[in-house]
């Protein structure tokens, strides 16, 4: 199966709201039942160690409407772990409703930004993450995009994103099909697989930021999370 160049309903801008607000309640879900959020806290686990002092900080790019950040906070104060999120969307109704349901979460806050031109100082943040995010660009921009953030990070890059295989494809087709009658959701969740990367396309697409030492690893079901150890 060869990628898509096709663009996803959700690149386009002025989608009607209540479309986009059913869309990003079913992501939620899919990233519950898919591994988004355990590829992010299995990420986590990998590069935190217990009871760090005085916590962590955290730049999550391309949030949708936050549920990851949310987990992440979550888990981390079920480990007594003081963190911080900042979590970045560029879409206006996608960063309200992010705000909206993270409102419980003081250690969240959404602002908007292009994922291209982040408004951030070098080595802001311990951590730069983002999920189901690189898929949207073009093979070319990815690594220029990487080596961006990797200024951002003192730390830590950690990337979760899709792994395209015709039987995720056919599985997440069927999924949606069932799931839900939201036409974005129908839509663009099969054409996520096929704007993905196999593992070794992502292996090398990851390599050429040469921005550190490179550690793959398989979530299941297909998912990658990728993470570049950086400094410290």
């Not at 355990?38 to 590069?47: I, Y």
């Not at 079920?78 to 349901?101: H, I, K, M, Q, T």
């Not at 396309?201 to 930021?209: G, V």
Request: one cysteine or more; hydrophobic letters at 45%.
């Amino acid at each position: 199966m060869k990628r898509s160049l096709e663009k996803e309903m959700m690149d386009h801008a002025g989608n009607p709201a209540d479309l986009l607000e059913g869309d990003l309640a079913n992501l939620r879900l899919l990233n519950r039942l898919l591994g988004g959020h355990r590829a992010a806290l299995t990420g986590l686990r990998l590069v935190v160690g217990p009871g760090e002092t005085p916590g962590v900080s955290l730049l999550d790019v391309g949030t949708g409407s936050a549920d990851i950040p949310a987990a992440i906070v979550r888990w981390a104060r079920r480990r007594g772990l003081s963190v911080r999120v900042v979590a970045v969307e560029a879409d206006p109704v996608s960063a309200a409703a992010a705000r909206r349901l993270t409102r419980n979460l003081p250690e969240i806050s959404v602002l908007r930004a292009d994922a291209r031109d982040l408004p951030f100082k070098p080595a802001s943040f311990d951590f730069v993450f983002c999920s189901q995010l690189l898929h949207h660009f073009s093979a070319g921009e990815i690594p220029l995009l990487l080596k961006k953030w990797s200024a951002l990070s003192r730390r830590a890059i950690l990337i979760s994103d899709l792994v395209r295989h015709p039987l995720a494809y056919l599985g997440i087709r069927l999924l949606t099909l069932l799931l839900t009658r939201n036409q974005m959701t129908r839509t663009d969740a099969p054409l996520s697989v096929r704007r993905s990367f196999t593992i070794p396309e992502w292996s090398e697409l990851l390599r050429q930021a040469a921005i550190g030492e490179l550690c793959l690893r398989p979530i299941f079901p297909f998912r990658l999370l990728a993470l570049f150890p950086l400094r410290g």
